[in-house]
């Protein structure tokens, strides 16, 4: 068994977590809840009252904290944050459906004997990722702002970039 970084083998992108302590909400186990790790980070500062000025690349697991300890801004619209963060999960990370399909199509470009196929998947990669990054990191920061600069999320903006993601990831996926 050798360990491969830049592999996809569920041992390797299957983790566990337990939250527990104030602030938590008394769950249970949560198979449902999809995450990776660069979402503590921000939860456990949220839970401690901290901020700093570190970007984060995850964000505030609203579905693991009680509805006391989410912050105000993201429990307005709490469907619609948790949806959004969601969308936000499965479009950035790199076991989320986007990062899957990308590889996938990736995989069978360089299978391909017809370099123009190759090129064309490639290339559609390359403007999916790009369109990718500009949403994920419109996404990322409202998330952010909300739970640490008491920022407002529009709803309407918010359902707005969960449509933007979810055709960026049917996109990937058809291809």
Same mark, same amino acid.
């Given at each position: 068994?050798? +360990? &491969? ?5 569920? #041992?390797?992108?299957?983790? +566990? #977590?337990?939250? #527990? ?5 008394? /769950? ?5 809840? +999809?995450?990776?790790?660069? /979402? ?6 949220? *839970?401690?009252?901290? !901020?700093?000025?570190?970007? %984060? ?7 693991? *904290?009680? !509805? %006391?300890? =989410?912050p105000q801004r993201l429990f307005e619209h709490r469907n619609t944050t948790t949806d @959004? ?5 499965? @479009? /950035?990370?790199?076991?989320? $459906?986007?990062?899957?399909?990308? @590889? ?8 391909? &004997?017809?370099?123009? #196929? ?5 290339? &559609? ?5 790009? $369109? ?5 990191? !419109? =996404?990322?920061?409202? @998330?952010d702002d909300a739970a640490f600069n008491n920022k407002e999320i529009k709803e309407k903006?918010? !359902?707005? +970039? =969960?449509?933007?993601? $979810?055709?960026? =990831? /049917? $996109?990937?996926?058809? *291809?």
């Amino acid at each position: 068994f050798a +360990w &491969s970084h830049g592999d996809i083998q569920p #041992v390797i992108g299957t983790t +566990w #977590v337990g939250f #527990v302590g104030p602030g938590f909400a008394n /769950n249970g186990v949560d198979s449902s809840t +999809w995450t990776d790790h660069t /979402n503590v980070r921000p939860t456990m500062m949220t *839970l401690l009252g901290l !901020k700093d000025d570190y970007r %984060h690349d995850g964000r505030v697991l609203t579905e693991a *904290l009680d !509805k %006391h300890a =989410i912050p105000q801004r993201l429990f307005e619209h709490r469907n619609t944050t948790t949806d @959004l963060g969601a969308a936000y999960e499965q @479009l /950035n990370a790199p076991f989320g $459906q986007f990062g899957m399909d990308t @590889l996938t199509a990736s995989t069978r470009a360089i299978s391909s &004997s017809d370099d123009s #196929v190759y090129t064309s998947i490639e290339d &559609s990669i390359a403007g999916l990722t790009t $369109q990718r990054d500009a949403l994920a990191l !419109k =996404i990322e920061t409202a @998330l952010d702002d909300a739970a640490f600069n008491n920022k407002e999320i529009k709803e309407k903006d918010a !359902k707005d +970039w =969960i449509a933007q993601a $979810q055709s960026l =990831i /049917n $996109q990937a996926s058809a *291809l």
